[in-house]
C-alpha cells in the first residue's frame, strides 16, 4: 500500500495543475472570443474578471503554472537521468519552493487592488 509520500502528491498535485491550466485556458479563449459579441458584451466580461474571486483565482493559477512547469522539468530530470531518480524527493521540495514563492509573488502583485490598495 502506497503510504501518501512525495512523489503521490506530486502525481496528485501535476495533474490538479494541468486541468487548472485547462480550464484558464478554456476561459481565456471564451474571454477573447466574446469581442465578436461586441464591445459591451466583451467589456461587461471582463468587468466580472475583477471580482474578488477571479483576482484569487489568478493568484493560484500561477502558482499551478509554475509548479506544472517546474515539476514537468522534474520528471524530465528523473526520466532522463539515473540520478534523478534518486534526488526526486529534494527536488520536488525545491519545485514547491519556486511555487510558494511565486503564488507569493503573485499575491503581493495582484491582492493590493482588491484591499482598496490602487
Given at each position: 500500500?502506497?503510504?501518501?509520500?512525495?512523489?503521490?502528491w506530486?502525481?496528485?498535485l501535476?495533474?490538479?495543475?494541468?486541468i487548472?491550466?485547462?480550464?484558464?485556458?478554456?476561459?481565456h479563449?471564451?474571454s477573447?472570443?466574446s469581442f465578436?459579441f461586441g464591445e459591451?458584451?466583451?467589456?461587461?466580461i471582463?468587468?466580472?474578471?475583477d471580482?474578488p474571486?477571479?483576482?484569487?483565482?489568478?493568484?493560484f493559477i500561477?502558482a499551478g503554472v509554475v509548479?506544472?512547469a517546474?515539476?514537468?522539468l522534474?520528471?524530465?530530470?528523473?526520466d532522463f537521468t539515473?540520478?534523478?531518480?534518486a534526488?526526486q524527493?529534494?527536488m520536488?521540495?525545491?519545485v514547491?519552493?519556486l511555487?510558494?514563492?511565486s503564488?507569493?509573488?503573485a499575491a503581493?502583485?495582484?491582492?493590493?487592488?482588491l484591499?482598496g490598495?490602487?
Amino acid at each position: 500500500m502506497y503510504k501518501g509520500r512525495e512523489g503521490q502528491w506530486a502525481f496528485l498535485l501535476h495533474r490538479l495543475s494541468g486541468i487548472a491550466i485547462l480550464a484558464y485556458l478554456l476561459i481565456h479563449v471564451f474571454s477573447i472570443g466574446s469581442f465578436m459579441f461586441g464591445e459591451r458584451f466583451y467589456m461587461g466580461i471582463h468587468e466580472v474578471y475583477d471580482l474578488p474571486f477571479f483576482r484569487i483565482g489568478l493568484v493560484f493559477i500561477t502558482a499551478g503554472v509554475v509548479y506544472h512547469a517546474f515539476n514537468g522539468l522534474r520528471i524530465i530530470v528523473m526520466d532522463f537521468t539515473g540520478a534523478g531518480v534518486a534526488y526526486q524527493r529534494q527536488m520536488w521540495y525545491g519545485v514547491m519552493g519556486l511555487t510558494v514563492i511565486s503564488g507569493l509573488y503573485a499575491a503581493w502583485t495582484l491582492l493590493p487592488r482588491l484591499l482598496g490598495g490602487y
